[in-house]
């Protein structure tokens, strides 16, 4: 009986263990995103250090912070999150963020793919930083509203840059990928607003 009481706890004990090791190991990113594979992440004070260069990401108050590079045969993604301490904050700061790219703030009656936003860009640093001088354009990534999924060029690479959140946290995720195929990278962005 004092055996089968030792092969209990252990196996609990190895359970747990390989579960902290796999979260630990992933942070909150997934192995895989379509045929591309998790090649390294960062969390905490390097991930926080990477977002405090990037214009768009910058401003955002961070309670947590996390990078993933993602490869495959066809391109490579890169992914910052951005987490706010509360959803409300998150949200407000997505939202001048998005502005300041040049994009609308809420509906202002463009609720179909392709709206470009407000015909003024932001002058000051998204002239400078983001290259390119062109506007987010909100795409369709999934079948449904939520999150709104904006797409910008910029120092030729294609952004993806978005907002989840729950009732306890909200993220702004930004993605930059090296593959001009833009059918290929929405595939990848949709999957990564589901898994991640």
Do not use: C
Not at 156 to 173: E, H, P, Q, S, T
Request: overall charge negative; hydrophobic content about 40%.
């Amino acid at each position: 009986m004092k055996k089968i009481y030792i092969v209990i706890i252990v196996a609990a004990v190895l359970s747990v263990s390989f579960l902290y090791l796999s979260d630990s190991r992933k942070s909150i990113f997934t192995e895989r995103l379509g045929d591309m594979t998790l090649a390294r992440y960062e969390t905490g004070e390097v991930a926080a250090q990477q977002i405090s260069n990037m214009y768009g990401l910058k401003d955002i108050p961070l309670a947590k912070a996390y990078s993933a590079e993602y490869r495959s045969r066809n391109a490579t993604m890169r992914i910052w999150v951005a987490e706010a301490p509360d959803h409300n904050i998150a949200n407000d700061a997505f939202n001048e963020m998005n502005s300041g790219l040049g994009a609308s703030t809420g509906h202002e009656g463009h609720e179909y793919s392709g709206d470009v936003g407000q015909t003024e860009s932001h002058k000051g640093h998204s002239d400078n930083d983001m290259g390119n001088n062109t506007k987010p354009v909100k795409v369709d990534v999934m079948e449904f509203v939520k999150p709104e999924v904006y797409m910008i060029i910029a120092n030729n690479a294609y952004n993806y840059y978005y907002f989840k959140m729950d009732y306890k946290m909200g993220r702004v995720y930004w993605i930059i990928f090296d593959s001009p195929d833009t059918g290929y990278q929405m595939s990848i962005v949709k999957q990564a607003v589901i898994d991640i």
